[in-house]
């Protein structure tokens, strides 16, 4: 009965979560209540999906950048590193880390069992399977590196100056 009242409170709130007002405050909050570790300074956009069933296996750090529609998925139902505990309920591990200065575009789609470094950035519509190096920005379905960043793309970081910083990585010829 609890574990049922519990998934009931994680649902609703989450559907508030989508759609409040307050990128910075009251969404924040939200995903706090339902177990999602978010450091300071940092803004989740409307309609962002943060991982319905297991929030407390995504961490997120300070001064992140998450941007409208995104989608975070820490579990896949039926894996068999996500076996159930005796009382029911998968491991509480961390699948998702995003650490420090981080930003993500929009419609950009997070999957388990990933790490995006410090300062990295996931451009819009991207699709990211496998964890990201610090400083570098990638694109596409599967998300592949495109560039460094010589600086993070902060809330305040004048956009001139980050593009100055960028340098492309070298396609590998196929």
């Known amino acids: 009965m609890k574990r049922d009242l519990d998934g009931i409170r994680n649902r609703l709130l989450q559907v508030l979560a989508l759609y409040a007002p307050?990128?910075?405050s009251t969404r924040v909050l939200l995903?706090?209540?339902r177990g999602v570790q978010i450091g300071e300074g940092?803004?989740?956009g409307f309609d962002t999906m943060i991982e319905p069933a297991y929030p407390r296996r995504v961490v997120i750090g300070k001064r992140?950048?998450?941007s409208i529609r995104v989608l975070i998925l820490a579990h896949f139902a039926h894996q068999g590193r996500d076996r159930e505990t005796s009382d029911g309920r998968l491991a509480e591990r961390v699948s998702v880390r995003i650490e420090d200065d981080?930003?993500?575009g929009p419609s950009a789609v997070i999957m388990p069992n990933v790490?995006?470094?410090a300062?990295?950035?996931v451009t819009a519509g991207?699709?990211?399977t496998r964890s990201v190096a610090p400083l570098t920005m990638v694109q596409g379905n599967p998300a592949k590196p495109i560039a460094r960043c010589g600086i993070p793309l902060g809330l305040d970081t004048p956009i001139k100056e980050f593009y100055r910083r960028l340098t492309p990585i070298e396609a590998d010829p196929e």
Do not use: E, P, Q, Y
């Open 119 to 121: 300062g990295a950035v």
């Open 102 to 104: 981080v930003f993500i």
């Open 42 to 44: 940092s803004w989740i």
């Open 31 to 33: 995903h706090r209540l």
């Open 64 to 66: 992140v950048a998450i």
């Open 126 to 128: 991207s699709v990211v």
């Open 115 to 117: 790490t995006i470094g």
């Open 22 to 24: 307050g990128g910075d």
